[in-house]
């Protein structure tokens, strides 16, 4: 198990950035994938972007390809989600997660541990 924090989010114009980090407990931090996943209201969980645990593989899904970028600091136990123009439909609540499964898992059931998840919201 590994604790998983998120910080970064907050209220931005469309066409805007934001920067969400996710900070880890583990030192083993290398041993996990990890993804972001996000929320909105009335809607299902669905998947944004995903790092492989080298960091040398990422997947984006398609609404957000080419506008955020997903990295990790392995030495800092640390993932980063930087976002780039963004749009109303970005607004919702983010998780980070962690997962054992090799490759770049998009899944939500493949990850096994979360975050607390953190509120962006991106007016018009």
């Known amino acids: 198990q590994v604790q998983l924090v998120e910080s970064g989010g907050g209220l931005v114009q469309a066409g805007g950035s934001l920067r969400l980090s996710c900070a880890a407990s583990a030192r083993t931090f290398s041993s996990y994938a990890m993804g972001w996943f996000r929320q909105a209201p009335g809607k299902e969980r669905e998947f944004v972007a995903a790092?492989?645990?080298?960091?040398?593989?990422?997947y984006y899904a398609d609404s957000v390809k080419g506008r955020f970028t997903i990295s990790r600091d392995n030495a800092k136990s640390t993932m980063i989600l930087q976002m780039n123009s963004l749009n109303p439909e970005d607004t919702a609540v983010y998780f980070c997660?962690?997962?054992?499964?090799?490759?770049?898992?998009?899944?939500?059931?493949?990850?096994?541990?979360w975050g607390q998840g953190t509120q962006v919201t991106v007016s018009s």
């Open positions: 790092i492989s645990r080298s960091g040398d593989t990422t």
């Open positions: 997660a962690a997962s054992t499964t090799l490759g770049v898992p998009i899944r939500a059931t493949r990850y096994g541990d």
